[in-house]
């Protein structure tokens, strides 16, 4: 009797070790779920960072607004018949600036 009692116990201590330090075991798990769930967070952010992209680029190819726009905040255009007013912040050292040539 204490041959099986002792095998029994043997038995329950190995089955308790795969469980919880094993390959598959809970340990285990818990480090998987936990890193499925930071992959959705980023998936998630990615998701939404690439339906702001995609209006974006809806946007430009049928709109002209979004085109007009970024030509006016990045390239610095003007629309013909506007006035460009440029205001100089007393504190900053100016900038120099291209000057265009104009043949007579």
Known sequence: MKILI????VLLL?????????????????QLEKAISSQEQVNKQLRERNQILHAE???LKQGT??????????????????IFYQVIDEKSPPKPQAR????Q
Do not use: C, P, T
């Open 6 to 9: 002792g095998l029994l116990v």
């Open 14 to 30: 190995y089955l308790q070790y795969s469980l919880w330090l094993g390959n598959h075991g809970v340990i285990k798990l818990w």
């Open 57 to 59: 680029v809806v946007d």
């Open 65 to 82: 607004d979004a085109l007009e726009e970024r030509a006016r905040s990045e390239l610095g255009m003007i629309k013909k018949g506007e």
């Open 100 to 103: 265009e040539s104009v043949n």
